[in-house]
Every structure is written in C-alpha cells, then in structure tokens.
C-alpha cells in the first residue's frame, strides 16, 4: 500500500529561526502532494499543493518543491512564528480513487 | 466557504454500545470520508463514499459501519464500542477529481469519542 514518511514526533524551534520538516512517500501512481496543517483542537486545513515536479510551490510563508526522483516533498519555512505552532501532516493525493493518505504529522512548537 | 458540520462534537460511550456520529457538508461534493485521529497515528481513512447510498471501504475499517443517505449526509456507526476506538473522528468532503484539478479535502471540526 501507499506509505508516507515525516520528521518523527516533535520539532522545537526559536521564533524567527527556520525550519524543514521532511516528507518522503511511496506510491505506485504519480501523486498529487499536499500538506495539511491543524493547530490545536481543530481541524486539518490544506496549506500547500502540488503535482509539478520540481516547481517550489509557497503559501502563507511556507514552501515545498516535490522531487519525484527522491519521492520528496519537504516543508520549508525561513522564519517561523509562534502561530506557525501545529501538527504538519504531508499527503499523497490518489487521483483515482480520490483519496489522501496521511503521514503520522509532525508537531511545530516555536518558543519565544 | 466550505462547510462541513459533525454532531457530536464530543461523546461518551459504554463498551458494547452503539454509537452513531453525524457528518452534514453543504459543499455540494459528491466525496465525502471518515478518519480517526490517534496521537502517533495521524490521520486514518475508515471509510469514504463517492454517491448517495453507497459507501466504500478505507484502510481501518473493522468495526465500522458507514451510511450515506444523502449527498449531503454522511453517517458513521460503531455497532459495538470498544476501548481501543476512543479517538477524536474527523469527516471530510471533496470534490470529484479531474481534468488536473485538486481535490482539497475539507473537514469538520471533529468528534471526540471515549469510550469506557
């Protein structure tokens, strides 16, 4: 089946520092990939997407490039902030059965 | 805006019971799916459905049941409670994929089911 692989666990950082949060996936399609972001006691919402191989996509401060050859699609920020504290979740899109498949997530925690 | 609505928001059930969660989306999306949230888990697919009155099986689904009656309503159901199926449940919705569109899920603001 489909699998996808994130940092592990929890990533603390300083505001204003940068981070990565990495994400490698196996599928037997050609994937749309997405990243979702849920901040505490809400729901999932999409932060970024993309299909083009090796085009760096970017939303609200935050950019990934997906390398197909490396089945990659990392999550990248220059400076966080302390709103950018949340669980991070990269997913493959099955465009045929239309269906994500989650990673485990990712937990952000920027101190002041 | 989307909207995907669930009731409850939060429950407590007894092991062996019956519980029923509700999802209703007024996004006019034909896709609309059932997932568990465990911590270390992430986000699992129990089931999905693409049409009213049919429904399709995810990656977790022993011990669920899914309805959907209604383009609009979609319905998950553990006949019998157990421990290991508290959780927090989020549904979503989506439109159909095609013609290199995006199907951005949209979720509701969970349930979170214990069971004791």
């Known amino acids: 089946g489909d699998s996808v692989t994130q940092t592990e666990g929890l990533v603390t950082l300083t505001k204003g520092l940068p981070v990565m949060l990495n994400c490698t996936y196996q599928?037997?399609?050609?994937?749309?990939l997405f990243w979702y972001v849920q901040h505490l006691n809400e729901a999932p919402k999409l932060l970024l997407k993309s299909s083009t191989d090796n085009k760096r996509t970017e939303h609200q401060g935050f950019y990934a490039t997906l390398h197909k050859s490396s089945s990659s699609f990392h999550l990248q920020k220059s400076s966080v902030q302390l709103s950018d504290s949340a669980l991070y979740f990269c997913?493959?899109?099955?465009?045929?059965?239309?269906?994500?498949?989650f990673g485990k997530g990712t937990v952000l925690l920027v101190s002041p | 805006e989307a909207a995907v609505t669930q009731s409850p928001r939060s429950k407590v059930a007894v092991t062996g019971g019956k519980v029923t969660l509700s999802c209703h989306q007024t996004?006019?999306?034909?896709?609309m799916y059932w997932y568990r949230q465990d911590t270390g888990h992430g986000l699992r697919l129990i089931h999905y459905s693409y049409v009213a009155d049919s429904t399709e099986k995810g990656d977790i689904p022993d011990g669920y049941k899914a309805s959907r009656p209604s383009q609009e309503n979609f319905s998950l159901i553990l006949e019998l409670a157990s421990l290991s199926q508290t959780a927090v449940y989020f549904c979503?919705?989506?439109?159909?994929?095609?013609?290199?569109?995006?199907?951005?899920?949209?979720f509701g603001p969970g349930t979170r089911l214990t069971v004791l």
């Open positions: 599928t037997t399609y050609s994937p749309f």
């Open positions: 996004n006019n999306h034909d896709y």
């Open positions: 979503a919705s989506s439109d159909v994929t095609g013609g290199g569109n995006y199907a951005e899920q949209f």
């Open positions: 997913a493959p899109h099955d465009s045929g059965y239309n269906k994500l498949t």
